[in-house]
Structures are given as C-alpha cells and as structure tokens.
C-alpha cells in the first residue's frame, strides 16, 4: 500500500493534528486501489462462505476478516484461526473464550460459525460492518508504522468507548477487560504511571491498583464515564505526554523530559 499518513508532530501535539485531519486523511487511504480491491472482493465473496476452513482458505477474505479486528498479523496461523472460529463465543469451553486477547472472542462472534448453524456472514449487513471496521483499523495500522502511541491512542479511543458503554458488563468486568488486553493496559499503565513491576502483581491486585490511581488522577474509577469526550481526552493527553517524555528522558536525560511535559501541558491548557 502507497498510502502514508500525514504526521509532523509527535506527542499530543501529533494528537490534535490527527484528530483535525482524520476525516480527509481517512479518504485518501479509503480511496487507494488496494483498499477499494479488498472491499469488492469481499462484498461479492464472503456470502458464499460456509465454513470457517473455507474463510482461512481464501486469504483475500481473510486478510479483510482479521484486518477488521487487529488480527492482521495472525494471517499465516490458518489452523489457529480455524480452531478459534469453529470453537464459537457462546461457549466457554471455546478456544476464543480461553484466550486473553479478547480480539479472537470478537471475531469469533462476529462470524458465528461455532455458534449457529447459519453463520453471521450469511446476513445482508455482514460485509458494511466489517468492511468498515478494516478500513478503521487499516487507518491505524499505517499511523502506527510511523508512530505507535498515536495508533495506541486512536485503538484506546474506539476500545474503550466500547468498554464503557457495556450495559450489561459490571465495572470491575470492564476493568479486567482492559487488563487483559495489552494495548489498552500500555496506555492506562502509562497515562496513569505505573511502573513495569505492576504487571507482576496478583490480577485482583493489580485492579485495585489500576482503579485507585484511575480515580485520583483521572477523576473517575468508572469506567462507564469514559464515554465523555472530557474523560476520554484526559486520559489520552495523559498517556502521549508521559509516553513522550519517557522517549526524551531515555535519549536526552531527566531534565529534557521535564521540559517537555511542562511545555506539552501549557500547549494543552491553551487549546
């Protein structure tokens, strides 16, 4: 793919710039002929698939299917992914129930072979749901290839909203959902500063932690409350500030980094 993102800042700075071109800089990769090729290709195909052996046989669907979940790299792990599909979400004995990264589980329910005797591909509005959600993630995948905190940030944006807005899931249930996800405990970890050691402690432990600092320094330990876009652009500005001085620190020294969280926090009061 020939597309590469505009990005001339870093940090937060490098944020609200993204944030302010989204839209158009979503277009032009919209536009490109590989991601135009992928979105007919699997709109004409994916109804006629009705096995999960057959999704993992044909790499161009699935290339789309686990774009659609983050799962790109996992595009060569055809039995895994099989194995993953057939075992279905509904049952927990299932291999995507077992597995930490919950991604499998979403893909696995998303298609609904080992869960329904028609699977989910079948539907009219199968192949716009997915579709859309590999163009999102193909977007961050080509930020995060020149900047992996803004591509952290943009997935902890989508993730997280997601979490919060689970009905039916208690908070300490959307926690341990964050936990478990290695993306979004990389940006609560860093925006809220805890150090490498804490993914050493006790699980229980480690979500009591996780809430008290959370509530301290970001004003809530609910997670529901992050579907406020205040709430959420905290916790953001949290995360690029410090994740960007940890790289000033690691390359200039202590004293460069103080200067630049002090700059980066006058630059995000002014805004």
Do not use: H
């Not at 163009?135 to 905190?149: I, L």
């Amino acid at each position: 793919m020939t597309f590469t993102p505009a990005l001339p800042l870093t940090g937060y700075a490098g944020w609200t710039f993204l944030k302010r071109t989204a839209v158009v800089q979503k277009a032009v990769l919209n536009a490109q002929p590989e991601i135009k090729r992928d979105e007919a290709y699997f709109r004409e195909k994916i109804g006629k698939i009705d096995t999960a052996a057959e999704l993992v046989a044909d790499r161009r669907l699935l290339k789309v299917a686990l774009g659609a979940f983050g799962l790109e790299n996992d595009i060569n792990s055809k039995a895994f992914i099989q194995k993953v599909l057939e075992g279905g979400s509904l049952n927990s004995d299932g291999l995507a129930s077992k597995l930490a990264d919950k991604q499998y589980l979403k893909l696995s329910a998303a298609f609904g072979f080992g869960d329904f005797s028609t699977p989910r591909n079948k539907l009219s509005d199968f192949p716009e749901k997915i579709i859309s959600a590999y163009k999102t993630r193909s977007f961050e995948v080509a930020v995060g290839e020149q900047n992996d905190d803004l591509r952290l940030a943009m997935n902890a944006e989508r993730e997280v909203a997601e979490l919060a807005a689970k009905s039916s899931s208690s908070n300490d249930a959307r926690w341990y959902s964050v936990l478990g996800s290695t993306p979004l405990r990389r940006v609560f970890e860093k925006a809220l500063g805890l150090p490498t050691s804490f993914a050493t402690l006790d699980i229980d432990k480690q979500l009591a932690v996780m809430k008290d600092k959370a509530k301290s320094q970001l004003g809530s330990d609910q997670l529901a409350d992050f579907t406020d876009a205040a709430s959420m652009e905290k916790l953001l500005r949290r995360f690029l500030i410090r994740s960007e001085a940890e790289a000033y620190r690691n390359q200039f020294g202590s004293s460069a980094a103080v200067s630049l969280m002090s700059n980066a926090v006058a630059f995000s009061r002014a805004r």
